[in-house]
């Protein structure tokens, strides 16, 4: 490789890496966790739900309503979680004007809104098939779904700055297209050298080599997985924008076609005629009769139109599931007053284009394809993932370690290293922290896991940045992670008597799972610990 190409490639590589490397750090790990997010809850809850059975019952949600609101003509929206244990509840107004008043006309959500209706007459609320229980979004809050929607900054889409979508999303797609960009680029940086130095690994070196080798190995052994991350990310994330272009060109700015043709939208719009349905429909029936039809398939979504009314429409939505099909979705279409579907999709003969591209990028993206031990694959893969991004800045501080640089530039690269390693490396025991006043709070929602998490991220930074040195902060962030991951397993038994040998006799694996996972995690923290502590060398803000 020429010079030249060699400047673009390392200068490219080193300015996305380093603009990016605190954020991309935040995606990495909240992601790998993110993987057991269902696991995640139901350690929270102290509830297994690895051998419980739960049909949904729909029927019991519209007939608890029903003892709330009058549900004549209101439109309903069911999102089923990725378990089936549960189901997100979304209710219009009724479109009986003599009823109540229709919703105010705003930007439609494009199928994807999540949660909250503004009109006191409509609801949103969680729905728990296992115990029939409902709770609003903020009360049904874990912390699996606070590092899930972390993973994709979603905490900043309070900041109020809105180019086309929220903050938080965009910042996180821009954050994948320069990671893409850094991986590319590295890939091209290292390729003269990917054939003798794959596996050179020297960590009886000085450090400088011990964290290139690392970044460089780690680097390209993970670079698919990474690649994978990169681009899914980049479409899951700022797909409107990635789309809207189409919109505008093909549909004639028709966004809701467009989402339509990419089935994030149905068509579903019966006008109301006013007449009550004459028999009324047995929505457990109309599910139970196509999920037999369909037995390698799960419920995703429900949709009903004009409820009791004679236009009444109810559409089911499934997914194959990857044993059976890698791609593909069911749809079934009914009007209630014919009694037969007017328009049938097989989740698994029926396939289309767009079924294999969006599920090829939420399989690769969320390892839902291959059970518990490819979430392992990914989780490891994930957190390998923060340790090339670690590396990269400490090569980047000691390469400008040097006597020729002027003192005051010194200084400044050591306390953007020290800030981002502080953030950094204080997110696990943060978390462990986290988990573990969860399970002594009696109340635990939305604001409290935000003002526990945050806050007490901030008190850590704080403390490592004041220790102004980055072998104390890798030493006291490895101690801290120790004793907190440790910690997680035993606050469990003592708060709900779940203890590991408990969740074992009992097959509560999940419960059992997230024990063992931070019980792992505290053996490892100690062995680098006692590594760091025996053989690293201080590393100081210069005098």
């Known amino acids: 490789m020429d010079q030249r190409k060699y400047n673009i490639y390392f200068h490219t590589h080193t300015i996305s890496g380093i603009v990016i490397a605190a954020l991309l750090y935040v995606i990495f790990f909240a992601g790998s966790f993110s993987f057991f997010k269902d696991d995640i809850a139901a350690w929270q809850k102290g509830k297994s739900l690895s051998n419980v059975e739960s049909p949904a019952d729909f029927n019991y949600i519209l007939d608890s309503m029903g003892t709330k609101y009058n549900l004549q003509g209101r439109n309903f929206d069911f999102y089923l979680l990725r378990q089936g244990h549960g189901t997100y509840v979304n209710m219009s107004v009724s479109q009986d004007t003599t009823i109540s008043k229709p919703e105010p006309k705003t930007e439609k959500s494009k199928g994807r809104k999540r949660r909250g209706a503004k009109n006191e007459d409509s609801a949103y609320f969680l729905h728990s098939f296992v115990d029939k229980t409902q709770s609003s979004y903020d009360e049904g809050y874990d912390i699996g779904e606070f590092l899930y929607r972390l993973h994709f900054l979603a905490p900043l889409n309070q900041i109020p700055i809105r180019l086309g979508t929220p903050f938080g999303y965009l910042l996180a797609g821009i954050v994948s297209f320069l990671f893409l960009f850094a991986l590319i680029t590295g890939l091209f940086l290292h390729w003269d050298k990917i054939k003798n130095n794959f596996f050179l690994f020297r960590p009886w070196s000085k450090w400088k080599t011990v964290w290139t080798d690392m970044h460089t190995v780690l680097g390209v052994i993970g670079f698919p997985f990474q690649l994978i991350f990169a681009i899914t990310g980049v479409v899951l994330i700022v797909n409107y924008v990635l789309i809207s272009p189409f919109s505008k060109l093909i549909y004639n700015g028709d966004q809701d076609k467009l989402y339509q043709e990419l089935q994030y939208n149905r068509a579903m719009e019966p006008t109301y005629s006013y007449q009550p349905l004459a028999k009324k429909l047995d929505v457990n029936a109309f599910v139970n009769h196509w999920m037999n039809e369909w037995p390698e398939s799960d419920i995703s979504r429900l949709y009903i139109r004009n409820f009791g009314d004679k236009s009444m429409e109810i559409a089911l939505e499934t997914k194959p599931k990857p044993s059976a099909s890698f791609a593909g979705s069911g749809y079934v279409l009914m009007k209630a007053a014919e009694a037969k579907p007017s328009s049938v999709k097989s989740p698994t003969t029926d396939a289309t284009y767009v079924d294999w591209v969006k599920s090829l990028v939420y399989h690769l993206h969320f390892g839902d394809f291959g059970g518990r031990t490819l979430r392992i694959v990914y989780f490891v893969l994930g957190l390998l993932g923060c340790v090339v991004i670690i590396s990269g800045i400490m090569i980047w501080l000691v390469a400008r370690e040097k006597p020729n640089i002027p003192a005051y530039k010194r200084k400044f690269n050591f306390w953007a290293a020290n800030l981002f390693i502080s953030m950094s490396l204080g997110m696990l025991p943060v978390t462990a922290f986290t988990f573990i006043v969860i399970k002594f709070s009696a109340v635990v929602n939305q604001s409290f896991i935000y003002s526990l998490y945050f806050y007490s991220w901030l008190v850590m930074i704080i403390y490592l940045l004041i220790l102004r040195d980055l072998t104390k902060v890798n030493k006291h962030t490895l101690f801290l992670s120790t004793i907190l991951c440790l910690a997680v397993p035993i606050v469990n038994g003592i708060t709900t008597n779940l203890w590991i040998w408990n969740t074992f006799q009992t097959k509560s694996y999940d419960i059992l799972f997230i ?29």
Do not use: P
């Not at 995690?521 to 210069?542: D, E, G, T, Y």
């Open 515 to 543: 024990d063992l996972l931070f019980t792992t995690m505290s053996i490892l923290c100690a062995f680098a610990f006692f590594k760091v502590k025996k053989q690293a060398k201080s590393f100081k803000i210069l005098k």
